[in-house]
Protein backbone atom coordinates (compact mmCIF):
# COMPACT_ATOMS: atom_id res chain seq x y z
CA UNK A 1 0.00 0.00 0.00
CA UNK A 2 2.85 2.68 0.31
CA UNK A 3 4.55 1.64 -2.38
CA UNK A 4 1.39 2.92 -4.05
CA UNK A 5 0.77 6.33 -2.38
CA UNK A 6 4.44 6.88 -3.35
CA UNK A 7 4.04 6.40 -6.80
CA UNK A 8 0.67 8.65 -6.70
CA UNK A 9 1.73 12.23 -8.41
CA UNK A 10 1.86 15.35 -6.72
CA UNK A 11 -0.98 17.44 -7.51
CA UNK A 12 0.66 21.11 -8.26
CA UNK A 13 -1.50 24.01 -9.31
CA UNK A 14 0.33 25.90 -12.18
CA UNK A 15 -0.67 29.01 -13.51
CA UNK A 16 -0.78 30.62 -16.90
CA UNK A 17 2.97 31.69 -16.90
CA UNK A 18 4.39 28.48 -16.62
CA UNK A 19 3.07 27.09 -19.77
CA UNK A 20 4.44 30.37 -21.48
CA UNK A 21 7.54 29.87 -19.84
CA UNK A 22 8.30 26.76 -21.85
CA UNK A 23 8.91 29.02 -25.02
CA UNK A 24 10.55 32.16 -22.86
CA UNK A 25 14.86 31.98 -23.08
CA UNK A 26 14.48 32.57 -19.14
CA UNK A 27 12.40 30.37 -18.20
CA UNK A 28 12.39 28.08 -20.72
CA UNK A 29 14.75 24.96 -19.60
CA UNK A 30 13.20 24.39 -16.28
CA UNK A 31 10.29 24.53 -17.18
CA UNK A 32 10.50 21.92 -19.72
CA UNK A 33 12.08 20.11 -17.10
CA UNK A 34 9.21 20.69 -14.74
CA UNK A 35 6.80 19.28 -18.01
CA UNK A 36 9.32 16.32 -18.59
CA UNK A 37 8.53 15.82 -14.46
CA UNK A 38 4.98 15.57 -15.45
CA UNK A 39 5.07 13.27 -18.53
CA UNK A 40 6.82 10.95 -15.81
CA UNK A 41 4.41 10.95 -13.44
CA UNK A 42 6.17 12.90 -10.59
CA UNK A 43 3.56 15.67 -10.73
CA UNK A 44 -0.19 15.89 -11.99
CA UNK A 45 -1.33 19.55 -13.30
CA UNK A 46 -3.81 21.26 -11.67
CA UNK A 47 -5.33 24.76 -13.62
CA UNK A 48 -8.80 26.37 -13.16
CA UNK A 49 -10.63 27.55 -15.63
CA UNK A 50 -8.88 30.95 -15.33
CA UNK A 51 -5.35 29.54 -16.81
CA UNK A 52 -7.60 27.86 -19.33
CA UNK A 53 -9.22 31.93 -20.07
CA UNK A 54 -5.62 33.44 -20.13
CA UNK A 55 -4.17 30.91 -22.50
CA UNK A 56 -6.72 31.73 -25.06
CA UNK A 57 -4.88 35.26 -26.01
CA UNK A 58 -1.28 33.58 -25.59
CA UNK A 59 0.66 32.52 -28.73
CA UNK A 60 -0.30 29.64 -30.86
CA UNK A 61 3.03 27.82 -29.84
CA UNK A 62 1.96 28.25 -25.62
CA UNK A 63 -1.54 26.95 -27.13
CA UNK A 64 -0.66 24.16 -28.47
CA UNK A 65 2.31 22.84 -25.94
CA UNK A 66 -0.99 23.15 -23.53
CA UNK A 67 -3.29 20.96 -25.44
CA UNK A 68 -0.58 18.48 -25.74
CA UNK A 69 -0.27 18.33 -22.02
CA UNK A 70 -4.24 18.14 -21.92
CA UNK A 71 -4.10 14.04 -20.63
CA UNK A 72 -2.31 15.11 -17.55
CA UNK A 73 -3.98 18.19 -16.42
CA UNK A 74 -7.04 18.36 -14.11
CA UNK A 75 -9.12 21.18 -13.62
CA UNK A 76 -10.26 22.14 -10.56
CA UNK A 77 -13.13 24.62 -9.86
CA UNK A 78 -13.47 27.49 -8.68
CA UNK A 79 -16.22 26.63 -5.99
CA UNK A 80 -17.49 29.52 -3.37
CA UNK A 81 -15.08 28.67 -1.27
CA UNK A 82 -12.05 29.48 -3.38
CA UNK A 83 -14.19 32.74 -4.47
CA UNK A 84 -14.63 33.36 -0.49
CA UNK A 85 -10.84 32.88 0.21
CA UNK A 86 -9.59 34.73 -3.03
CA UNK A 87 -11.97 37.93 -0.88
CA UNK A 88 -9.96 36.99 2.27
CA UNK A 89 -6.52 37.48 0.81
CA UNK A 90 -7.79 40.58 -1.16
CA UNK A 91 -9.59 42.18 2.04
CA UNK A 92 -5.72 41.06 3.60
CA UNK A 93 -4.45 43.43 0.75
CA UNK A 94 -1.76 40.72 0.06
CA UNK A 95 -2.30 42.26 -3.82
CA UNK A 96 -5.00 45.03 -5.19
CA UNK A 97 -7.57 44.30 -6.71
CA UNK A 98 -6.41 44.55 -10.00
CA UNK A 99 -4.73 41.12 -9.92
CA UNK A 100 -7.92 39.26 -8.47
CA UNK A 101 -7.00 36.46 -11.14
CA UNK A 102 -3.56 35.82 -9.08
CA UNK A 103 -5.19 35.69 -5.51
CA UNK A 104 -7.41 33.39 -7.35
CA UNK A 105 -5.36 31.07 -8.80
CA UNK A 106 -3.67 30.88 -5.01
CA UNK A 107 -7.35 29.92 -3.91
CA UNK A 108 -8.56 27.65 -5.87
CA UNK A 109 -5.02 25.79 -5.49
CA UNK A 110 -5.89 25.93 -1.92
CA UNK A 111 -9.33 24.98 -1.63
CA UNK A 112 -8.30 21.91 -3.94
CA UNK A 113 -6.15 20.27 -1.66
CA UNK A 114 -2.93 20.89 -3.74
CA UNK A 115 0.45 20.87 -1.83
CA UNK A 116 2.53 23.18 -3.80
CA UNK A 117 1.62 25.93 -6.72
CA UNK A 118 4.71 26.76 -9.57
CA UNK A 119 4.42 29.97 -11.14
CA UNK A 120 6.64 32.43 -13.07
CA UNK A 121 4.84 35.22 -11.62
CA UNK A 122 7.16 37.01 -8.74
CA UNK A 123 5.47 39.82 -7.96
CA UNK A 124 1.90 38.83 -7.10
CA UNK A 125 2.43 34.48 -6.33
CA UNK A 126 6.27 33.76 -5.85
CA UNK A 127 7.63 36.47 -3.56
CA UNK A 128 8.79 35.45 0.27
CA UNK A 129 6.41 38.22 1.90
CA UNK A 130 3.18 37.53 -0.39
CA UNK A 131 3.51 33.81 0.40
CA UNK A 132 3.72 34.21 3.70
CA UNK A 133 0.34 36.51 3.92
CA UNK A 134 -1.21 34.05 1.75
CA UNK A 135 -0.70 31.11 4.19
CA UNK A 136 -1.47 33.56 7.40
CA UNK A 137 -4.62 33.97 5.42
CA UNK A 138 -4.86 29.74 4.72
CA UNK A 139 -4.66 28.64 8.30
CA UNK A 140 -6.81 31.46 9.58
CA UNK A 141 -9.51 29.86 7.51
CA UNK A 142 -9.12 26.37 8.25
CA UNK A 143 -6.90 25.44 5.26
CA UNK A 144 -2.92 23.92 4.78
CA UNK A 145 -0.17 26.33 4.32
CA UNK A 146 1.21 25.70 0.83
CA UNK A 147 4.41 25.91 -0.42
CA UNK A 148 4.77 28.06 -3.90
CA UNK A 149 7.60 27.84 -6.11
CA UNK A 150 8.77 28.58 -9.72
CA UNK A 151 9.03 25.20 -11.73
Given at each position: ??????K?????????????????????????????????????????????????????????????????????????????????????H??????????????????????????????????????????E???????????????
Amino acid sequence: MKAEMLKRPMRVYVDTSVFGGAFDAEFQEASLNFFDMVRSGEFRLVISSTVSDELRDAPEAVRVFFRELGSYVEVAEIDPAAIELQAAYLAAHIVGPRWDADALHVAVATVSGCPAIVSWNFKHIVNSRRIALYNEVNLAHGYAAIAIHTP
